[in-house]
């Protein structure tokens, strides 16, 4: 494990009595990054997340914080954002963010959170009364009570509207600019694609691809992908010497020879005035590893 | 329009009959009530009067007015215990047989003054030494059992299904990750219950006593003492309850089992001196028969401290049992 690591975790494994919801995991989170846990929804990461949080015992394995089993410290310096919070009831946004900044010895005060999270002018509300989006602003207020060194954020903008999800992404765009750990698990690529310095992806329990998003690409695909509907692909076009990826709705095509590649399509005569040229991304790489589309 | 009402009957059904804990409470709760009262009521007919007795050696066993029907003879620990207990007209006669037969009887009671008939009857010698007085009022002797009753429902289920809820919502998940110590999250929530009990049963006190005219005859420091450890016990209590669980079925349920018993056997409406030995025993394990009968004691009375002393250390040695447990088997989160 390099020695910067913040976060460390050492061959996970949970069962459960029909399933083994991790299986075996293994990584490092160096300080000041954010690090990407990637997967369709039941591959592991919420399980493994709650793990490194301390909130779900392991079956085997270990997680070490700053080099330490975890402990008092860590529940000092980590904040947290669950997948699904419900908060005390008739309290204000403010009085919400105060309970919590009761419960740490040393943090950021108040009105400074509700200031870095935009909800200022939402202090005096009702929390029951906020759209998703502040809600999950709200939360992430809370999990920024303590000032904490390691942030866990475990799928923060499911459910959120383009806009919203747009805006909490800026505001976790400024808290990385404050040198914090991040911990991110989303299935949304487009998410990770945009914040994190490194990704691991999951499936089934196990950790299938690790590393920087960019260095994943490159090592697992050609310069661009062609798209075309798979309606409109004809199948002798299979028998031609491309790299095809099958997706539900498209046929993918991987290449560094873009010309050649069209060429070759026009001389098979297969219709392109549907096709799509785009570089790849962390959707098509979990296409690529496990053969299934992330949000299937 | 009838076929959408069948749907939704027919769901609604399902769901009742499928959620077996409430179906289960369901049936069993008035069936246990019933035979609960069966054993607390039932039995041979009841006496119809209370005699206190002084002096019952072998020698005064053979006094024919002890051999009268509907008459239940009390041992009484002596004679100013037992002049006590028929100014109040808590007894209807006190007998006594250690010499020449006299009795004392409260001019004011209508039953004294019947029961003064059967006496004379049976031994026209006794000496007659009268008395006056009068009963407590039912509505000052209930007034105290409420107010204890009050605070039981609202250390039990005020505490019960708030923990519950909090484990539910997830709100105790979030908390377990924060440097909160489930000790001092239960300390926190039964201090947050005891100043909202005792200030709701100071107001209560102060109002409902207004309007019934009601004086305690004893010290307020011991009152509020004892609504004090009273409170701490069934809020302690309530944790247990909420300690673990998870389902609205379930600890609904638990609590149920809890307050039916304590509200019947407690002596909240009634009391239960007549009722068979181990009818009495149950009910002195409960918190709320302690917290009545000091209640009772110091505001009907005038106790002190060293009448109600054993009381309190019950009440007090229940709430640490009752704690110790509720944070030895407290889970944050649903499994």
Redesign the interface.
């Given at each position: 494990m390099p020695e910067s690591a913040n976060l460390e975790v050492h061959n996970l494994v949970k069962q459960y009595p029909a399933v083994t919801a991790v299986d075996g995991v293994s990584f490092a989170v160096p300080e000041g990054i954010c690090f990407g846990l990637l997967g369709p929804n039941g591959a592991g990461k919420t399980t493994t997340i709650e793990i490194m949080?301390?909130?779900l015992p392991p079956t085997s394995g270990e997680v070490r914080y700053r080099g330490e089993p975890l402990g008092?410290r860590f529940?000092?310096e980590?904040g947290?954002l669950?997948q699904?919070?419900?908060?005390?009831e008739f309290l204000t946004v403010r009085q919400s963010v105060a309970l919590?900044r009761g419960?740490?010895?040393h943090g950021l005060n108040v009105d400074e959170v509700l200031n870095l999270c935009a909800l200022d002018k939402l202090a005096g509300r009702d929390n029951r009364k906020l759209s998703g989006g502040q809600q999950q602003r709200l939360l992430l207020a809370?999990a920024l009570v303590?000032d904490p060194k390691v942030l866990f954020l475990d799928e923060p903008t499911t459910g959120l509207d383009p806009q919203a999800r747009r805006n909490f992404w800026e505001l976790v765009e400024s808290i990385k600019a404050r040198r914090k750990t991040i911990i991110l698990t989303t299935h949304y690529m487009e998410e990770a694609q945009l914040l994190c310095e490194q990704i691991a992806i999951m499936d089934r329990g196990r950790i299938i691809a690790q590393g920087p998003p960019q260095r994943l690409l490159r090592e697992h695909f050609a310069e661009v992908l062609l798209e075309l509907p798979r309606q409109e692909f004809p199948e002798v076009a299979r028998r031609l010497p491309l790299k095809l990826i099958d997706a539900s709705d498209r046929v993918e095509i991987s290449t560094d020879d873009l010309d050649g590649t069209l060429r070759t399509l026009m001389e098979a005569r297969v219709p392109l005035r549907n096709l799509r040229i785009r570089p790849a991304n962390l959707e098509d790489l979990f296409l690529e590893l496990t053969g299934k589309e992330l949000r299937a | 329009m009838i076929k959408r009402l069948l749907a939704v009957w027919h769901a609604r059904n399902l769901e009742f009959l499928r959620d077996r804990p409430t179906l289960l409470f369901t049936l069993l709760l008035p069936l246990g009530i019933v035979i609960a009262m069966g054993f607390v009521f039932g039995g041979p007919p009841r006496p119809l009067f209370k005699v206190g007795l002084l002096g019952t050696g072998a020698g005064s066993a053979h006094h024919p007015f002890l051999h009268e029907r509907y008459v239940q003879f009390v041992p009484v620990q002596d004679e100013a215990a037992g002049l006590y207990e028929v100014t109040h007209q808590r007894i209807d006669l006190l007998l006594d047989l250690t010499g020449a037969a006299r009795y004392w009887v409260n001019t004011d009671s209508p039953k004294g003054y019947i029961v003064e008939k059967l006496l004379i009857a049976s031994d026209p010698g006794a000496r007659r030494l009268p008395v006056t007085g009068q009963a407590v009022p039912y509505v000052s002797w209930l007034f105290p059992g409420v107010l204890a009753m009050n605070m039981m429902f609202s250390c039990l289920f005020g505490v019960g299904y708030v923990v519950l809820r909090y484990r539910k919502s997830g709100f105790l998940k979030r908390l377990h990750a924060t440097p909160l110590s489930a000790f001092e999250f239960l300390t926190a929530q039964v201090l947050s219950r005891l100043s909202l009990i005792i200030f709701v049963t100071a107001v209560l006190y102060a109002g409902i006593g207004a309007i019934i005219h009601f004086h305690s005859a004893g010290s307020f420091a011991l009152l509020l003492l004892i609504a004090v450890i009273g409170s701490l016990s069934m809020i302690a209590l309530g944790l247990t309850v909420a300690a673990r669980f998870a389902s609205e079925e379930v600890v609904g349920g638990l609590l149920n089992l809890l307050t039916w018993p304590m509200m019947l056997l407690s002596g909240v409406w009634f009391s239960i001196e007549g009722s068979p030995r181990w009818v009495q025993w149950v009910a002195d394990i409960f918190p709320l028969t302690q917290v009545i009968d000091a209640a009772r004691a110091v505001m009907l009375d005038g106790a002190g401290i060293q009448r109600i002393t054993p009381n309190l250390i019950y009440l007090a040695v229940t709430t640490l049992v009752f704690l110790a447990f509720g944070a030895w088997s407290f889970r944050w989160r649903i499994d």
């Open positions: 949080e301390g909130i008092p529940r000092e980590a947290i669950f699904k919070t419900a908060l005390q919590f419960l740490y010895r809370i303590n | -």
